[in-house]
């Protein structure tokens, strides 16, 4: 079965600082990938996806996400973070079916940004 | 204002009681999901559906269950037999899933106390 691990479960920074949030996945086929972002009391929302192509993804509020394959990985970056980004981070990913048996998640990082 | 909708928002029970969260679709999705968040543990899949009236178990089906009578409903029973019920959970929908697609969007979830 596919699992999503997040490196980090809590994440503390100062405003202005760089954010790189690890996620690494177990299935080694065709997958896409996902982050999604938990602002406190709003819904989960997608903040960026990778499907194909260009292994450098950009989403919204700058983020932007690096697939390398020969890594399982999927790291969330920004370079310059701010107080609105406090929330909770998910990475998920689908597996082979393309995602008709729903997506497997990271436990989640919380980022917390210090003004 | 296409979406999501669940309700309701918070919801109290007594240990030994069933309790039916509703999960309404305007988005014409064919495939739903019903997620469950627990602090430190991510979401995981309690049940998915692909279509009317058929639906899938998840990794955490036991002490749940679900209809799918209609294209934009997708109402989860928590049953006596689910042994921790108290969570925050999480409806989802997607368009046909494939290898494109996958990505799911996400109603404001319902946070159920078991007392």
């Known amino acids: 079965a596919q699992s999503v691990s997040q490196h980090n479960h809590h994440v503390i920074l100062s405003e202005a600082a760089s954010l790189e949030l690890g996620c690494n996945y177990s299935?080694?086929?065709?997958?896409?990938l996902f982050w999604y972002v938990q602002y406190p009391g709003q819904h989960l929302q997608l903040l960026l996806k990778?499907?194909?192509?260009?292994?450098l993804v950009k989403g919204i509020k700058g983020f932007e996400a690096e697939f390398i394959k020969s890594k399982f990985s999927f790291n969330l970056r920004k370079p310059s973070v701010q107080w609105s980004d406090t929330a909770e981070y998910f990475c998920?990913?689908?597996?082979?079916?393309?995602?008709?048996?729903?997506?497997?998640f990271g436990k989640g990082t919380h980022l917390i940004i210090q003004p | 204002d296409g979406g999501i909708t669940q309700s309701p928002k918070y919801l109290f029970r007594k240990e030994g009681q069933n309790v039916t969260l509703s999960c309404e679709q305007n988005?014409?999705?064919?495939?739903m999901y019903w997620y469950r968040q627990d602090p430190g543990q991510g979401l995981r899949l309690i049940y998915y559906?692909?279509?009317?009236?058929?639906?899938q178990k998840g990794d955490i089906a036991e002490g749940y269950s679900v209809s799918r009578e209609k294209k934009e409903s997708f109402p989860l029973t928590v049953t006596s037999a689910q042994k921790n019920p108290t969570a925050f959970y999480l409806c989802?929908?997607?368009?046909?899933?494939?290898?494109?697609?996958?990505?799911?969007?996400f109603g404001p979830g319902t946070r159920l106390t078991v007392l």
């Open positions: 990778y499907f194909s192509g260009d292994p």
């Open positions: 998920a990913v689908n597996g082979p079916g393309g995602g008709a048996d729903g997506l497997t």
């Open positions: 299935y080694g086929g065709t997958v896409n």
């Open positions: 559906s692909q279509i009317v009236n058929d639906f």
């Open positions: 988005l014409n999705h064919d495939a």
């Open positions: 989802a929908s997607s368009s046909t899933p494939g290898l494109l697609g996958g990505e799911q969007f």
